[in-house]
T-cell receptor, first 114, second 115 residues
Framework: DGGITQSPKYLFRKEGQNVTLSCEQN?????MYWYRQDPGQGLRLIYY???????QKGDIAEGYSVSREKKESFPLTVTSAQKNPTAFYLC?????????????FGDGTRLSIL | GNSVTQMEGPVTLSEEAFLTINCTYT??????LFWYVQYPGEGLQLLLK?????DKGSNKGFEATYRKETTSFHLEKGSVQVSDSAVYFC??????????????FGKGTHLIIQP
């Protein structure tokens, strides 16, 4: 079955440490996205990529970095510069043909501070 | 900029009651509108969508109509079930010249259905 796989499901970060969240899709989608979800805040866009080797900052990109070396993969690194990283992180993908296309979501990674 | 406002929760209803969750939006350009549902500990699932004015999206007994004149996309269901208990998100996207941009979400409405 086609879908989006995020790993790990739970992740713990120590102070001053960078951590990388994995996102893989086999839907053959061009566009991929990372969102952050905080309680009562909805989802906010961190980064997105519409094509391999290209990506754009979303609304809350500070303290995060991404790469898009393969169509199937869009890993997110939470750097030590992100002072409040505890949140639920969701990866999504869609076709690139227009804003009317729905996004498909993974099951998320919950990141906590040790 | 773009924004979505939806009614705050939690919304608590009895089984078989009528459901309305209000959603209004502001957008630069002509948006597509979506409702997503999230069950505990999971990602989001698309519930329904509408891409132009007066379109009605529907799925699993839920409906929403794209109202350009009132910039609204209210979610309705005639008879809710306990299994409908979840968090519901209204969202929009505006297509840029380069392709599909990210979604703008409302804060979510937690729906609780009691037997």
């Amino acid at each position: 079955d086609g879908g989006i796989t995020q790993s790990p499901k739970y992740l713990f970060r120590k102070e001053g440490q960078n951590v990388t969240l994995s996102c893989e899709q086999n839907l053959n989608h061009d566009a991929m996205y990372w969102y952050r979800q905080d309680p009562g805040q909805g989802l906010r866009l961190i980064y997105y990529s519409q094509i391999v080797n290209d990506f754009q900052k979303g609304d809350i990109a500070e303290g995060y970095s991404v790469s898009r070396e393969k169509k199937e993969s869009f890993p997110l690194t939470v750097t030590s510069a992100q002072k409040n990283p505890t949140a639920f992180y969701l990866c999504a993908s869609s076709t690139r043909t227009g804003g009317g296309q729905p996004q498909h979501f993974g099951d998320g990674t919950r990141l906590s501070i040790l | 900029g773009n924004s979505v406002t939806q009614m705050e929760g939690p919304v608590t209803l009895s089984e078989e009651a009528f459901l309305t969750i209000n959603c209004t939006y502001t957008a630069t350009g002509y948006p597509s509108l979506f409702w997503y549902v999230q069950y505990p500990g999971e990602g989001l699932q698309l519930l329904l969508k509408a891409t132009k004015a007066d379109d009605k999206g529907s799925n699993k007994g839920f409906e929403a109509t794209y109202r350009k004149e009132t910039t609204s996309f209210h979610l309705e269901k005639g008879s809710v079930q306990v299994s409908d208990s979840a968090v519901y998100f209204c969202a929009l996207s505006v297509h840029s010249g380069g392709g599909a941009d990210g979604l703008t979400f409302g804060k979510g409405t937690h729906l609780i259905i009691q037997p």
